[in-house]
């Protein structure tokens, strides 16, 4: 193995930070067009975070599927730095409603880490069973085995009296 290909890439870290927050703006994009303005604070609070875990797991779909198979850690991470860039930003809010501390920064960058390993993993999913939908049912071993055993097409001739003769002696004529 490469042991370049082993370490962490910060390009796939960047990359991943970049598509969770185009995400979070597109589907915030979506969903800000339906939402009334007359709703209550609280709710508000609770739809952004929402948007949040939802952005995590739509950008580890996103990613599963176009990453490299084995950058699968570079999402994850990326999705605690946007965590940590969330915390960041509290500290030049004026607003004391906005301070985070260390343990919801922590907890926030698991909950992040987990929803976007699953989001990942569900997107390799995704593309692994598009290919094999791509590739067709012919070529697996499933269907030869079922080939075989029924004897469809060139996988066993049919053997009876009339083939055997007719292949054993190709001028045999009846």
């Known amino acids: 193995m490469n042991l370049k290909e082993d370490k962490l890439s910060i390009f796939?870290?960047?990359?991943s930070i970049i598509i969770f927050i185009t995400v979070e703006l597109l589907?915030?994009?979506?969903?800000?067009?339906?939402l009334p303005n007359f709703m209550s604070l609280p709710l508000g609070f609770m739809l952004m975070g929402?948007?949040?875990?939802?952005?995590?797991?739509?950008?580890?779909?996103?990613?599963?599927a176009t990453f490299p198979k084995k950058r699968t850690l570079e999402p994850p991470i990326g999705a605690v730095?946007?965590?940590l860039l969330i915390y960041i930003t509290t500290f030049f809010v004026p607003m004391t409603f906005y301070q985070y501390s260390f343990s919801k920064a922590f907890i926030a960058s698991i909950i992040s880490f987990v929803v976007t390993?699953?989001?990942t993993s569900l997107g390799e999913k995704l593309v692994n069973n598009f290919k094999i939908f791509t590739t067709g049912i012919s070529k697996t071993n499933e269907f030869e085995k079922l080939k075989t055993q029924y004897q469809l097409g060139e996988a066993k001739p049919y053997n009876s009296s009339w083939q055997y003769d007719k292949e054993k002696n190709k001028e045999f004529r009846p």
């Open 50 to 64: 929402l948007l949040h875990l939802m952005g995590y797991f739509v950008g580890g779909i996103i990613m599963g």
């Open 12 to 15: 796939w870290i960047v990359l």
């Open 117 to 119: 390993v699953a989001g």
């Open 27 to 34: 589907l915030g994009g979506i969903i800000s067009r339906f």
């Open 81 to 83: 730095c946007c965590v």
